[in-house]
């Protein structure tokens, strides 16, 4: 990124945080010796042995009024937009876990969660990714703080204290042991069997020693004492703090060479290199602009011709490779042409007097030629789903060209506006953001059954329907005649590759789908693992037994 700082200017260094936060030899306060138990009992009640769904609001709202409680009120965390985003999709990814329970919801949901305690750790923060790795630093160095400020009882005698100190030290070694014993049962299928063996007689031991509690039980209650020390106490962590606040969101003119995503550092050795000339270097882009926009304009003019009017495929025609191999390729073209945009604006030749309009223009029209780029892979892609159906990587393709087409007017901002390329990478995470809470906001394997259940379609994957949660099934109870009206039905196997299948077996399937699904409905559940449209779903199939 380029640096907005003068020649000889000195680094901003990151502000403190202005909240009570833990040191190695600063106790945990008041609240938090409260909150800690408190979200640790909350953590196992909502979480163990359940699945995904009103339990996670209830847990946000939880670290979210955590948060609050724990800022005092003239903190700067109070003062930043970004925080209160935060705020605002952890709630809503919440929110949405409760509505649907998917996978898009639950991961939107913990990275506003990592996103709200960047923010909390360093109010000044603005890159997404930065906040998600301060938090993530900050939560693997929590409850070891909180395990080194326990102190043993007093008035117990030496031994007592001794056996404290012994026992503390142990925690860490236990924690090696344990990420090594993870990595080997993935890699050994032979020592995940055997440490399963033991493991299993480790825990009927226990069993039998603590009936209420099981091996698997005591580990989920340390994940859970580690997840709610990292929501709750907050160690400080500078590094991504001070490293951005190296950036400016414009570039300034620099009389010596300067790192187009960082900060230009003194440096002798650069006296004796020669400095590119700006003349040559704007002939160099000038001569890159004016090839590849002829080159694109051609490509441009054929998809035109050929996807834009009246796109029919012809007999035969392979569409899915069309469209796979197709879209991959002209997406890398497009973000290989955004990444060589970037180069050429990276420094002085926003200040070429004499060629920056020339230069400005060339590398506008490209943009606007790679945006058109843009719209024939949304053609392409549209018209695999007309033909073909909707899956997720078709669902997926649509965003990431929302995406794309913010990012290419970003890209106009960074040649009209000399901004920095951190800006543009400030810009186009907090877009990534809203494509993700998007994506939880949409009840996107319902739609595609009800889209891809439609007897036009030649061919449809029954096994990749009949795969998806149980609230799809009203939609496939719904619409089973289409199974005896297509002409053909595909399932997969378990070599990942698909075999045409029968109406009867796929109706079958279903059958058995079905009678699991209102099996698992009829069961009594915890209202921990609660989600609207479960619930929808389960009513709709009581009433069509």
Known sequence: METSLQPGAEWPAASPVTF?????HTPITKAQKVLLP?????????????????????????????????????????????????????????????????????????????????YVNQPHLKLVLYAALTAASSAAQAW??????????????????????????????????????LLFAIANPVYDQLSGRVLAL??????????????????????????????????????????????GEFIRRQRDRVASFGVRRPDFRLKNVRVLDLRKEFYAAAAVFGLVNVLLLVVNAIDIRWLWFGFEPAPGFNLMQFVHEGTYVLI???????????????????????????????ATVWVVQNAVLAVSVGLRNYYYILHCGVAYKRIGVCFFLLLVFFGLATVLLKIWQRRSAYSLVRLNALAAYAVLLMLAAGNWEVWMAEYN????????DIGFLLNMPNRVL??????????????????????????????????RRLDVALANARAAYAAPTDWQSFTWADYEAGQQLRGHE
Do not use: K
């Open 453 to 460: 259940l439609q007897a036009r379609f030649r061919s449809i």
């Open 332 to 362: 890398f073209s497009i973000l290989l042409a955004m990444g060589i945009v970037l180069w050429f604006f990276r420094r002085n030749l926003n200040f070429y007097q004499p060629g920056l309009r020339w230069l400005r223009g060339g």
């Open 474 to 507: 009203p939609v496939l109870q719904a619409r089973r005649a289409v199974f005896n009206q297509v002409s053909q039905l595909t399932a997969d196997t378990y070599y990942g590759t698909y075999r045409v299948i029968e109406a009867a077996e796929a109706q």
């Open 144 to 181: 070891l703080r909180v395990l080194r400020g326990l102190r043993a009882p007093r008035h117990r005698g030496a031994g007592v204290r001794r056996s404290w100190f012994y026992g503390r030290l142990l925690v860490v070694p236990l924690v090696i042991l344990g990420a090594f014993h």
């Open 38 to 118: 408190l979200g640790m009992v909350l953590f196992d009640w909502l979480f163990w042995q359940e699945t995904g769904g009103l339990n996670m609001l209830v847990f946000t709202v939880f670290v979210v009024a955590a948060q609050l409680v724990l800022l005092p009120r003239v903190a700067a965390v109070r003062r930043s937009g970004y925080f209160w985003l935060a705020v605002v999709g952890t709630l809503f990814s919440g929110a949405m876990m409760a509505v649907y329970g998917s996978g898009a919801a639950a991961l939107a949901c913990w990275v506003s969660v990592l996103l709200l305690l960047g």
């Open 20 to 24: 009570a936060t833990t040191t190695p």
């Open 202 to 247: 480790l825990g009927d031991w226990l069993a039998r020693l603590i009936p209420d509690i099981s091996l698997a039980h005591l580990l989920f209650v340390f994940m859970g004492f580690v997840v709610v020390t990292g929501a709750l106490v907050v160690v400080p962590v500078y590094v991504f703090a001070d490293h951005e606040s190296r950036f």
